[in-house]
């Protein structure tokens, strides 16, 4: 069956340095992989998405890559502030018009100043 | 994006009774699925909602427990029947605007804690 796995549960990093988040997954071959970004007593909220023809891609200070031969994708959060400090979820997404998400477990980002 | 609004935003329910939660979209939307994310663990597609016919249900969950409706392309209900403590979670609404890519945009969830 189709698996997720995020690195870690949790991620604690100072403020300034550059955070590094890491989706694996197997059984699976999705068109999009997206980033979320959840925090406490709130639903996620869709921070940024790469296509599977895409090796990267930049929003403000965060960037996403993508490896289909690796199953994996990294996402990092450059000059990390305490307002980054969140959960964030890696979902992958399969080719057709309504294919549900598939979320992976999350990691819980802590950024200390 | 839109305005998803979620009703219980949380509630705490006693074994053996049912709660439906609503989930309001101040737009048309496609598609409409709901989730359930367990403490510690992902979040889990319960079904997608469909306008004006039966919900489609993921492995693992039945219409007899989460009896859904989605009378238009604004609102849907989620019902959680017969509850038991293992049903304490978060409930989440979501929408697919149609867009290729997929994203969804979530509601603020509801908390259920069944005693």
């Known amino acids: 069956s189709q698996k997720i796995e995020q690195n870690s549960e949790a991620l604690n990093i100072q403020e300034g340095k550059t955070a590094t988040l890491t989706c694996n997954y197997t059984?699976?071959?999705?068109?999009?992989l997206q980033w979320y970004r959840q925090d406490p007593g709130r639903g996620p909220v869709f921070l940024l998405l790469i296509r599977e023809n895409e090796k990267e891609k930049r929003k403000e200070r965060l960037k996403v890559t993508f490896d289909t031969t690796l199953k994996q994708s990294l996402f990092h959060i450059t000059a990390s502030q305490p307002a980054d400090s969140a959960t964030y979820l890696c979902a992958l997404r399969g080719r057709g018009a309504g294919t549900a998400l598939i979320f992976g477990k999350g990691t819980t980002l802590s950024v200390s100043s | 994006s839109a305005v998803i609004s979620q009703k219980p935003s949380r509630d705490i329910c006693q074994r053996g009774t049912s709660l439906t939660i609503q989930c309001q979209v101040d737009s048309q939307v496609t598609m409409m699925f709901w989730y359930r994310q367990q403490p510690g663990q992902s979040l889990t597609l319960i079904a997608t909602a469909n306008q004006g016919s039966e919900a489609t249900y993921e492995s693992g969950f039945v219409i007899d427990k989460f009896p859904i409706s989605r009378p238009n392309l604004t609102f849907s209900t989620l019902t959680v029947s017969n509850m038991s403590p293992e049903d304490s979670s978060i409930y989440l609404c979501s929408v697919d605007f149609g867009r290729t890519t997929g994203e969804l945009f979530f509601g603020e969830g509801s908390r259920l804690t069944v005693l």
């Open positions: 059984n699976y071959s999705p068109a999009y």
